[in-house]
């Protein structure tokens, strides 16, 4: 299949462009690059050995966007782009909504005008907001704690009622959990800009010895050990989880959402421990308060996507931190 990756050179699309390409696919990576590099690409190259096809330009560009679905024959579109840090969307909230909901607009303006109706999209764990119960299914009340988690929300809620006014659309918003780790080969990976938000290249960073220590948020949490527990997934069981999903949905059209989770919890201190025998290196830590907005503990019923698409993910803890270290020092 022909197949465009919107935000495509960032950390989870250019994991599941090594599946596509992999697979067979010819790929088109667009993205503006506002948070990633152009050397992704020749990373991408020496992985799987081909060429996809790179546009650097913003998904708000509509007219672009739609002569390069044209000109690509562009079958099936993966849409990745957008902003992504809960902490920022806080404070730069037009922001959130311009990239993700404006650009998301944009896009389907765009496969409108092409003729392309296939659309995967990076939905989130997000916007099951505090859980009402756990594991999470896909039938659990949505809500929005933040305007990252709302934007992602409205997105959601304006793929389904293109589909419903259009019966062509085939639309499948994939909710991540907390992807986690890299490529096996180390060549590409999670490289946030400044200090990390999010806890895994945190511990990358402090067990390479660029940080001084994690602060763990909170270990006064009604879990095992008292620290937050979330559902961490390997981001290459992500990345065949989009390649099973896009199989699927040619034989399923209309709006569907799907959890992308391992189904495990872990704590805080689990990832620590986990890290520390992957790398070798200690990770020192201290206790600090709880961060505003954090919840408990999130995971993951990942049941309908086993029955839906056969896929389930198949790599461990060790495997995300032991490829995340191999990153640190190789790819980052
Ligand atoms: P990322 O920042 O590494 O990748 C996003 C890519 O999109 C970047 O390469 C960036 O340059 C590009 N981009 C952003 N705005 C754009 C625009 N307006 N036009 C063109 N390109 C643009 O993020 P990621 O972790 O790979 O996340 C990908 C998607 O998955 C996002 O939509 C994110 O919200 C979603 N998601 C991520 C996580 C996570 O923890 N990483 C969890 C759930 C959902
Ligand atoms: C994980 C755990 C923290 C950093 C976020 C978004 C979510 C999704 C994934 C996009 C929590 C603890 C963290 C640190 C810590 N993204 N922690 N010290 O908050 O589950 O999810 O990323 O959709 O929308 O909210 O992930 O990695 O930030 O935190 O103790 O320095 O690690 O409290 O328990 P989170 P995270």
Redesign the pocket.
Known sequence: MNILL??G?????SHVAVVLLQAGHRVVL???????GIGVLARLEQITGKTPVFIQ????ATKTLADVLKDHAVEAVLH?????AVGESVKKPLDYYA??VE?TVSLLEAMLDAGTRTLIF?????VYGDPHYLPLDEAHPLSATNPYGRS?LHIEEMLRDLSVADPLWRVVCLR?F??AGAHESGLIG?RPMGVPN?LMPYIARVAAGELKELSVFGNDYPTPDGTGVRDYIHVMDLAEGHAAALAWLVRHPGWHAINLGTGQGYSVLDMVAAFTKASSRAVPYRIAPRRAGDVAACYADPGKALRELGWQARRGLLEMCGSAWKFQNLGA
Do not use: H, Q, W
């Open positions: 919107t935000g050179m960032g950390y989870i699309g667009y993205d503006n690059l506002c948070n990633s330009a913003d998904v708000r990745f782009a957008g902003l992504k990239n993700n650009g990076s939905g989130s764990a997000t992602k991540y907390n992807p999670e999010n």
